[in-house]
Protein backbone atom coordinates (compact mmCIF):
# COMPACT_ATOMS: atom_id res chain seq x y z
CA UNK A 1 0.00 0.00 0.00
CA UNK A 2 1.57 3.40 -0.77
CA UNK A 3 0.27 6.56 1.12
CA UNK A 4 1.01 9.95 1.11
CA UNK A 5 0.33 12.10 4.38
CA UNK A 6 -0.25 15.73 4.01
CA UNK A 7 -0.23 18.07 7.11
CA UNK A 8 1.57 21.01 8.36
CA UNK A 9 1.54 19.08 11.90
CA UNK A 10 4.95 17.16 12.09
CA UNK A 11 3.04 15.11 15.17
CA UNK A 12 0.36 14.36 13.03
CA UNK A 13 2.42 13.02 10.12
CA UNK A 14 4.58 11.50 12.70
CA UNK A 15 1.50 9.60 14.40
CA UNK A 16 0.25 8.46 11.28
CA UNK A 17 3.44 6.65 10.64
CA UNK A 18 3.60 4.80 13.55
CA UNK A 19 0.07 3.26 12.75
CA UNK A 20 1.84 2.79 9.38
CA UNK A 21 4.17 0.60 10.98
CA UNK A 22 1.68 -1.74 12.41
CA UNK A 23 -0.17 -2.64 9.57
CA UNK A 24 0.21 -5.53 8.51
CA UNK A 25 1.00 -4.96 4.61
CA UNK A 26 4.16 -3.93 2.98
CA UNK A 27 3.12 0.07 3.51
CA UNK A 28 5.29 2.99 1.78
CA UNK A 29 4.90 6.48 3.53
CA UNK A 30 5.68 9.78 1.82
CA UNK A 31 4.74 13.02 3.74
CA UNK A 32 4.33 16.49 2.92
CA UNK A 33 3.49 19.64 4.63
CA UNK A 34 1.88 21.82 2.40
CA UNK A 35 -1.32 21.87 -0.15
CA UNK A 36 1.32 22.05 -2.95
CA UNK A 37 3.18 19.73 -2.68
CA UNK A 38 0.58 17.41 -1.68
CA UNK A 39 -0.62 18.10 -5.45
CA UNK A 40 2.64 17.61 -6.64
CA UNK A 41 3.07 14.00 -5.14
CA UNK A 42 -0.03 13.02 -5.79
CA UNK A 43 0.22 13.96 -9.90
CA UNK A 44 3.93 11.96 -9.55
CA UNK A 45 2.79 8.78 -8.14
CA UNK A 46 0.11 6.30 -7.75
CA UNK A 47 -1.04 6.21 -4.03
CA UNK A 48 -3.94 4.30 -2.76
CA UNK A 49 -4.52 6.68 0.06
CA UNK A 50 -3.90 10.22 0.90
CA UNK A 51 -4.66 11.74 4.42
CA UNK A 52 -5.23 15.38 3.84
CA UNK A 53 -5.22 18.03 6.68
CA UNK A 54 -8.24 19.96 5.35
CA UNK A 55 -6.88 23.36 6.86
CA UNK A 56 -3.24 22.41 4.95
CA UNK A 57 -0.92 26.01 4.54
CA UNK A 58 -1.27 26.67 0.73
CA UNK A 59 -4.22 24.94 -1.34
CA UNK A 60 -6.92 23.72 1.21
CA UNK A 61 -7.49 20.05 1.78
CA UNK A 62 -11.08 19.66 0.24
CA UNK A 63 -9.08 21.54 -2.66
CA UNK A 64 -6.83 18.80 -2.70
CA UNK A 65 -9.62 16.21 -2.20
CA UNK A 66 -11.70 17.59 -5.25
CA UNK A 67 -8.37 18.09 -7.87
CA UNK A 68 -7.50 13.89 -6.51
CA UNK A 69 -11.29 13.00 -7.32
CA UNK A 70 -11.01 14.52 -10.66
CA UNK A 71 -7.42 13.26 -11.75
CA UNK A 72 -6.81 10.08 -9.83
CA UNK A 73 -9.89 8.74 -9.17
CA UNK A 74 -8.67 5.32 -7.42
CA UNK A 75 -6.80 7.66 -4.67
CA UNK A 76 -8.51 6.87 -1.70
CA UNK A 77 -8.93 10.21 0.69
CA UNK A 78 -8.93 10.69 4.67
CA UNK A 79 -9.68 14.18 5.39
CA UNK A 80 -7.92 15.39 8.76
CA UNK A 81 -9.27 18.02 10.35
CA UNK A 82 -9.29 19.96 13.83
CA UNK A 83 -12.95 20.14 14.12
CA UNK A 84 -15.41 17.38 14.90
CA UNK A 85 -17.57 15.78 12.56
CA UNK A 86 -20.57 17.47 11.30
CA UNK A 87 -20.72 20.19 8.25
CA UNK A 88 -17.09 19.76 7.63
CA UNK A 89 -17.35 15.86 7.37
CA UNK A 90 -20.70 16.25 5.53
CA UNK A 91 -18.77 18.69 2.74
CA UNK A 92 -15.76 15.96 2.69
CA UNK A 93 -18.23 12.84 2.00
CA UNK A 94 -20.14 14.92 -0.75
CA UNK A 95 -16.89 15.73 -2.24
CA UNK A 96 -15.36 12.60 -2.50
CA UNK A 97 -13.90 11.42 0.88
CA UNK A 98 -13.43 7.94 1.76
CA UNK A 99 -13.22 9.16 5.78
CA UNK A 100 -13.01 11.75 7.84
CA UNK A 101 -11.70 11.54 11.26
CA UNK A 102 -10.24 14.44 14.08
CA UNK A 103 -6.54 15.09 13.54
CA UNK A 104 -6.44 14.00 17.21
CA UNK A 105 -8.27 11.19 17.05
CA UNK A 106 -6.82 7.84 19.08
CA UNK A 107 -4.34 6.11 16.85
CA UNK A 108 -6.04 3.03 16.85
CA UNK A 109 -9.03 4.83 15.89
CA UNK A 110 -6.69 5.71 12.61
CA UNK A 111 -5.78 2.19 12.06
CA UNK A 112 -9.21 1.09 11.96
CA UNK A 113 -10.45 4.09 9.66
CA UNK A 114 -7.28 3.19 6.90
CA UNK A 115 -8.15 -0.83 7.16
CA UNK A 116 -11.67 -0.07 6.29
CA UNK A 117 -10.36 2.37 3.56
CA UNK A 118 -8.26 0.03 2.10
CA UNK A 119 -10.90 -2.36 1.81
CA UNK A 120 -12.79 0.58 -0.34
CA UNK A 121 -15.32 1.27 2.74
CA UNK A 122 -15.73 4.52 3.93
CA UNK A 123 -15.35 5.58 7.15
CA UNK A 124 -16.24 8.40 9.68
CA UNK A 125 -15.79 8.44 13.56
CA UNK A 126 -18.78 9.08 14.96
Known sequence: MKILIA???SI????VRQVMASLPRNTQVDEVADGQSALEKVDSGQYDVAIIGENIPGIGGLDILQKI???HKSTKVLIFSEFPEGQSSLKAFRLGASGYLSRFS???VLTVALKHIALGDGYEFN
Open 12 to 15: VRDN
Open 106 to 108: ALN
Open 7 to 9: DNL
Open 69 to 71: RNK
